[in-house]
């Protein structure tokens, strides 16, 4: 089984900053995709920002130039640098990642989709 947990949300005054963490354990092969996802009150789920195996990132339009995603292959970490903060990022942040779970399904390219447990963060005005 893969668990991944995520830490380092909390309130903090607008313009300020954060960084969260999720790290992945288990029964992990390899790791493909991780990324960061929000979902605040009476709103869905949303990507925020992700990072490919090699490093390659993708954000959301209302993160870019403020939020920088960064992974440790090695631990198993994605992390999520958070500056600038406005009230409208207050959510809970989950963690994704897609994983192959052994050299098989590594051989197969088949990953399987992972999901922390969320991490709040609340930015005040």
């Known amino acids: 089984q893969v668990q991944l947990v995520e830490s380092g949300g909390g309130l903090v005054q607008a313009g300020e900053s954060l960084r969260l963490s999720c790290v992945a354990s288990?029964?992990?092969?390899?790791?493909?995709?991780m990324g960061w996802y929000r979902q605040a009150p009476g709103k869905q789920r949303e990507l925020v920002a992700t990072?490919?195996?090699?490093?390659?990132?993708n954000y959301a339009d209302s993160v870019k130039g403020r939020f920088a995603i960064s992974r440790d292959n090695a631990a198993k970490t994605v992390y999520l640098q958070m500056n600038s903060l406005k009230p409208e990022d207050t959510a809970v942040y989950y963690c994704k990642a897609d994983i192959y779970g052994s050299v098989t399904t590594w051989n197969a390219g088949t990953t399987h989709e992972y999901w922390g447990q969320g991490t709040q963060v609340t930015v005040s005005s």
């Open positions: 990072i490919s195996g090699p490093g390659r990132a």
């Open positions: 288990g029964s992990i092969f390899s790791i493909a995709e």
